[in-house]
């Protein structure tokens, strides 16, 4: 599941770097949003099916920073971002982005120097 993931995720960061390197207009993004929000929950399931408590918080995260970035974008004639929606992807943003920080710091610690950190 994690490399299914992933993989979707960092094909989507790289089109998205490069739309936006281009300055092309956000809206599709809101399509896009809809598909990564279902892997996302997918994620949830496998991941606390599978007793893998933390990486299933990870994809909770994602799930929310998807349902913001839907209601972030707004379809219309112009590509102006909502300011709730803005507000809380956002804050998905830093909560996930936080969490991973923290896992990563977590398991290179516990895997490479003996840490017994809690995940």
Same mark, same amino acid.
């Given at each position: 599941?994690?490399?299914?993931?992933?993989?979707?995720?960092?094909?989507?960061?790289?089109?998205?770097?490069?739309?936006?390197?281009?300055?092309?207009?956000?809206?599709?993004? *809101? #399509?896009?949003?809809?598909?990564? @929000?279902?892997?996302?929950?997918? =994620?949830?399931?496998?991941?606390?099916? $599978? !007793? +893998?408590?933390? *990486? #299933?918080?990870?994809?909770?995260? @994602?799930?929310?920073?998807?349902? =913001?970035?839907?209601?972030?974008?707004p $379809? !219309? +004639?112009?590509?102006?971002?909502?300011?709730?929606?803005?507000?809380?992807?956002?804050i998905?943003?830093?909560?996930?982005?936080?969490?991973?920080?923290?896992?990563?710091?977590?398991?290179?610690?516990n895997?490479?120097a003996?840490?017994?950190?809690?995940?």
């Open positions: 599941m994690a490399a299914l993931a992933f993989t979707a995720y960092g094909v989507r960061l790289f089109a998205l770097g490069w739309s936006g390197f281009g300055g092309t207009d956000p809206r599709p993004q *809101v #399509g896009m949003s809809i598909a990564f @929000l279902i892997i996302s929950i997918l =994620g949830i399931i496998v991941f606390f099916h $599978a !007793g +893998d408590h933390p *990486v #299933g918080g990870v994809f909770i995260g @994602l799930t929310g920073v998807y349902v =913001g970035e839907f209601l972030a974008n $379809a !219309g +004639d112009a590509p102006k971002l909502s300011a709730p929606g803005q507000r809380l992807l956002g998905f943003h830093i909560g996930t982005g936080l969490w991973l920080m923290y896992l990563t710091f977590a398991v290179g610690l895997f490479a003996g840490y017994n950190l809690p995940l």
